[in-house]
């Protein structure tokens, strides 16, 4: 009997588990929905907030297309994040335990026993036409949790503590302390600064702003983008005067120092206003949202780029890529054409010589990062562009940007030098009527591209240690050849003299093999033209092949601790900077002693 009594006990325990373990993972009971304070509560549903904390002003917040607002103690922009997520958690507030009516209902002075007559919060949740009422009461002995009363319901409830750190303890605790609606975009500015107005727009085909007013022009990119990432970023330091009749004038705000208006188009839709320094803030000045009352306290610092004058926001660069480069067009004494003829493969039309990408790549770099060092006029007159030689008849120079091989209708950019100045040059564009200034250092720069030969491959010629068979020195009249034997085997021809390094002749030998220009800079030239003279160092290598290749050199250039060089590729004489690295060697291994017969 006991033993069958036993298996009986065994299997409802099993049944009673296997049943629990079903309902647990298949029922459709949700027990936090069941013992929620709120339990047919939505948070997403809420259209209003109103909160009364002990000792205080009430606060009430209004949900208005989407976003918060605060309507007391006053009307102010809400943190709109923050009140979602105390309703989100309300939502979820589960409470400990429950005190019935009959539990508290003996007491007569429950009310005051429980807090409920002064309560730290009175809280009403408004959604359409439904509401629930909330009173928070004291906490309970330990202090962790605490009593709640909803009203309709019998008797009071306790939950835990945590949810109240959520709920407004002052007038300012829910205001939105950012100064621009977070996520919102602008393509439309307007700042005031003082007596002078300037308007931004940006083009909504390329991203880029335009200033529209005091004049049309470029505007600087980058400074309007970090000015407006750091306008979303800052935080208003604190709430100073929320009195409508407050005197503006005091605070420097009637007129404002600086007003900004950002918007979409014509349609401006948020205000800044900054009036003074505060005399006990260092740092700080007193600011308005523009539609609101109040005043507060901001970061003097984070408006430092919107102070500027109106050339402050014009585009520095001279020009800027809205394509790839397919031509480049330069004009002047000795003209040429630039053109690409693959994805990184370049030409110049009518020339046979290769062209080095890189060089191509440099000279677009330069002229990218041109940047005006004075804005000279405006509005130029045709006399205006004669006096700065920046007419048909008069321009010096000319660079043209073509986004396809033979289309000008596809230019880029057009820039036009004029006339020279003591520190620069004056500049200007085809399709604006300013006139610019290029600093000197910029004008050097462009000078360099003067002519087609500069943009030759610099590699000039390409073979290995190994086929080389010997190399002649020629120097002041002096003749000394060297044989390679082999790997790190040289020695001294019949007729030649002196002490050799072998290991160091062949580091020599593989560096003038792979022989690169560090620059180019003379094409055809002839005589002594560069400091050529025939004492000087003249180097002729031989492959085993049969093919010589010859470099003699011309003037040291001390301060770059190498020379000139000179080769001649097909039939025409160039002179190029020799490679430091490699002249060293030169210098070290490859030269004739003067002491040696």
């Known amino acids: 009997m006991k033993s069958r009594s036993t298996v009986i006990w065994f299997l409802t325990a099993a049944i009673l588990f296997a049943a629990i373990w079903f309902w647990q993972r298949h029922g459709v009971f949700d027990p936090a929905a069941a013992n929620s304070l709120l339990p047919d509560f939505q948070a997403d549903a809420v259209t209003g907030v109103q909160i009364i904390p002990a000792g205080t002003l009430e606060i009430d917040a209004e ?306 990062g041109l940047r005006v060092a004075e804005f000279v006029k405006d509005n130029n007159t045709a006399t205006d562009l004669q006096g700065f030689g920046l007419d048909d008849a008069t321009a010096t120079n000319q660079i043209t940007l073509l986004a396809a091989v033979g289309n000008t209708n596809s230019t880029i950019a057009q820039i036009r030098f004029g006339q020279t100045e003591t520190n620069g040059i004056y500049v200007k564009r085809a399709d604006e009527n300013s006139v610019y200034a290029l600093s000197r250092s910029d004008f050097n720069q462009i000078r360099l591209l003067e002519n087609a030969w500069v943009f030759r491959d610099r590699q000039i010629w390409n073979f290995s240690e190994t086929n080389v068979a010997q190399i002649t020195l020629r120097q002041n009249g002096k003749i000394r050849t060297l044989q390679r034997l082999g790997a790190n085997l040289w020695n001294l021809a019949e007729g030649s003299q002196g002490m050799i390094n072998p290991p160091a002749l062949e580091e020599t030998a593989h560096r003038l093999g792979q022989l690169t220009a560090l620059g180019w800079m003379g094409r055809k030239v002839t005589g002594s033209e560069g400091g050529f003279n025939p004492g000087n160092l003249q180097i002729t290598i031989e492959l085993k092949s049969g093919e010589k290749y010859s470099v003699a050199f011309g003037t040291e250039l001390p301060q770059a601790n190498t020379a000139l060089a000179a080769v001649t590729l097909s039939d025409e004489r160039w002179v190029f900077v020799f490679p430091p690295v490699v002249y060293q060697f030169v210098s070290t291994y490859l030269t004739i002693p003067a002491d040696v017969p």
């Open 63 to 368: 949900l208005t297309n989407g976003v918060w607002q605060l309507e007391k103690p006053n009307p102010y922009p809400a943190q709109t994040s923050a009140i979602q997520y105390f309703l989100s958690r309300l939502e979820k507030l589960v409470p400990a335990t429950r005190l019935t009516a009959t539990e508290i209902g003996g007491d007569k002075n429950a009310d005051a026993e429980y807090g409920f007559q002064n309560p730290q919060y009175a809280i009403v949740v408004s959604s359409g036409d439904r509401q629930w009422q909330l009173r928070v009461g004291k906490r309970t002995a330990p202090g962790d949790q605490v009593f709640v009363r909803l009203a309709g319901a019998d008797g009071a409830f306790v939950t835990d503590t945590d949810w109240l750190q959520l709920l407004p303890h002052d007038a300012t605790a829910w205001r939105d302390t950012s100064l621009v609606a977070s996520g919102q975009d602008f393509n439309a500015i307007e700042i005031t600064n003082g007596l002078k107005a300037i308007e931004l727009l940006r083009d909504p085909t390329n991203h880029l702003w335009r200033m529209t007013r005091p004049l049309t022009a470029r505007a600087d990119n980058d400074r309007i983008i970090t000015s407006l990432e750091q306008l979303r970023s800052t935080q208003v330091n604190g709430f100073v005067n929320d009195d409508p009749k407050a005197d503006l004038t005091g605070y420097g705000l009637q007129p404002a120092g600086l007003s900004l208006w950002l918007g979409d188009g014509t349609n401006l839709t948020a205000g800044i206003q900054l009036g003074k320094p505060i005399p006990d803030g260092p740092g700080l000045v007193y600011a308005r949202r523009a539609g609101w009352n109040s005043i507060v306290s901001v970061p003097n610092d984070s408006f430092s780029t919107w102070r500027g004058a109106v050339n402050d926001f014009r585009d520095p660069h001279l020009l800027e890529l809205t394509a790839p480069v397919a031509q480049l067009n330069v004009g002047g004494p000795t003209p040429f054409t630039l053109q690409r003829t693959g994805s990184n493969t370049w030409k110049v039309a009518g020339e046979t010589f290769p062209v080095d990408p890189d060089s191509v790549d440099d000279c677009i770099r330069i002229l990218t």
